[in-house]
């Protein structure tokens, strides 16, 4: 498979590794894939019969090509989704309220497991019942930094880890995090050999967790804690990809969501559900919380190649230019604004111009597939507590966008059913979702050793010469 800019089709293409490496052409365009593989239809109808390992590694073959012997990619493949990702029915309102205690746990009490399935993922799946729902969530928080950017920042580490192999100069991955890319990259990358990690984040602008999770890890990752905010943090790290200076000097490259090595390993989930999906006559609807729109582009991707879905939906927060390009047919954009759902505080999502391409810019075949709704910040906090309270369901405030979103649609369109992707360990968000519930969230065990950690980063004003001192020393 070779990869075209997309800034300019008919220049010369690159190799899965060159695109990998570059990040982003030099022309400043995202590399595309110069055709979309069709999978065997006798691998979609024997999917129950497929190991995830075997599914994810048919899946990723095609974009692959020789640039990773078969044995490589099947380990790189192993370790990239080696956690679950359980579908999880979201039970039909309860009919008699109160029927859950939560007014007599009192905060700083753990939620009774059975009642908590964002701490007990596999509790309803293997329950046996089947309850009559139409709406379910494919959890895509139970890898080691709780939300779904693990699975392309893993993928991408160990693909990168393997092209510089035999590279003697260290290679440097510099990436700018609003929050969830920084933990997931860093621990992608820790402990790689012959890789260095900078990644630059915001001061005060991230969780708790989220900065424990970037800060405390040592070794080969670095974070400075940039005086500024995620837009100066993200201006730095492109004046060091245009600097030629730097260039001679380091090995630089991206961890940007971008990548094609984080954007076409995020397919492998939706065929996932696709394996758990029950009713495999009704396809699901499929509604995807978006931001930078890599996500959705992946599952959009899969279904091209082959995976069933009815429709897609793009879950936005305030920050609606997709929402409104879809309705008006003009894309308009504006700067971003903050919401509770940090990650998809995106103005101008990089992403979108893939699935554009996907659909030959083609406007009206794009919404025949494809919907997308803004919800409110003052909607998110009801879409948890009632999640919480009616549901018996904790989910995180991007999950709880995607919640809202997909119900919107399920009740224009009665006899369909779907999945939301709860993108997110609602524990992540504690100090959001901690006060709308009223209790504590229990820690996971991966959470609870972070908080005794110290934060190790270096504080740096949103200066490039600053950035460009450090790097260079
Ligand atoms: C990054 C992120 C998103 C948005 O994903 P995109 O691929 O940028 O659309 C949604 N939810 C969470 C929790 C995230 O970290």
């Known amino acids: 498979m070779q990869y075209y800019s997309l800034n300019n089709p008919t220049g010369a293409p690159v190799s899965f590794k060159e695109?990998?490496?570059?990040?982003?052409?030099?022309?400043?365009?995202?590399?595309?894939?110069?055709?979309?593989?069709?999978?065997?239809?006798?691998?979609?109808?024997n999917i129950d019969t497929l190991s995830r390992e075997e599914l994810a590694y048919q899946v990723i073959r095609p974009y692959t090509g020789d640039t990773i012997p078969e044995p490589e990619l099947r380990r790189i493949v192993a370790e990239t989704i080696n956690f679950d990702f359980p579908l999880v029915p979201i039970s039909p309102a309860s009919s008699t309220p109160g029927e859950r205690p939560i007014a007599t746990v009192s905060p700083g009490e753990p939620l009774p497991a059975s009642a908590n399935p964002a701490t007990t993922p596999s509790a309803a799946a293997s329950s046996g019942k089947t309850p009559a729902t139409n709406s379910w969530a494919l959890e895509l928080f139970h890898g080691p930094t709780l939300a779904f950017k693990d699975v392309g920042a893993r993928?991408?580490?160990?693909?990168?880890?393997?092209?510089?192999?035999?590279?003697?100069?260290?290679v440097t991955v510099l990436v700018a995090t609003s929050g969830d890319t920084g933990g997931a990259v860093a621990s992608g990358f820790y402990d790689v050999e012959g890789i260095n990690v900078v990644i630059l984040y915001p001061s005060g602008k991230v969780s708790s967790v989220q900065e424990l999770q970037l800060t405390t890890l040592g070794k080969n990752i670095t974070a400075l804690e940039v005086n500024g905010s995620f837009d100066d943090c993200q201006q730095m790290v492109k004046e060091a990809f245009a600097d030629q200076s730097i260039k001679q000097k380091l090995f630089l490259t991206s961890a940007n969501s971008i990548n094609v090595a984080r954007w076409l390993p995020q397919q492998f989930y939706y065929f996932f559900a696709w394996q758990q999906w029950a009713d495999k006559a009704h396809p699901p609807v499929i509604c995807v919380p978006s931001g930078n729109f890599g996500n959705i582009c992946a599952g959009i991707l899969a279904h091209c190649s082959g995976l069933p879905a009815s429709h897609f939906i793009a879950a936005c927060n305030a920050n609606d230019v997709i929402p409104m390009?879809?309705?008006?047919?003009?894309?308009q954009t504006k700067p971003s604004v903050p919401t509770l759902s940090n990650a998809m505080d995106v103005a101008n999502p990089s992403n979108f111009v893939r699935i554009l391409e996907l659909f030959g810019k083609h406007l009206p075949s794009l919404q025949k597939t494809l919907t997308a709704y803004s919800i409110s910040d003052e909607e998110t906090i009801t879409a948890i507590r009632r999640l919480f309270t009616d549901h018996h369901y904790l989910a995180d405030p991007h999950g709880a966008v995607g919640w809202l979103a997909l119900q919107r649609f399920l009740e224009a369109h009665p006899g369909e059913k779907g999945y939301f992707l709860e993108t997110a360990h609602p524990v992540k968000f504690y100090d959001t979702v901690e006060p709308i519930i009223g209790q504590r969230i229990p820690?996971?065990?991966?959470?609870?050793?972070?908080?005794d950690k110290q934060k190790q980063s270096k504080k740096i004003e949103a200066h490039y010469t600053i950035l460009k001192d450090f790097l260079l020393s």
């Open 19 to 45: 695109a990998t490496i570059q990040g982003q052409a030099p022309d400043k365009g995202l590399y595309f894939p110069q055709s979309i593989p069709a999978l065997p239809k006798t691998l979609l109808d």
């Open 155 to 170: 993928f991408m580490s160990r693909c990168l880890g393997y092209f510089v192999r035999d590279t003697h100069r260290p």
């Open 325 to 331: 390009f879809l309705q008006t047919g003009e894309f």
């Open 443 to 451: 820690l996971p065990d991966s959470v609870a050793p972070l908080l």
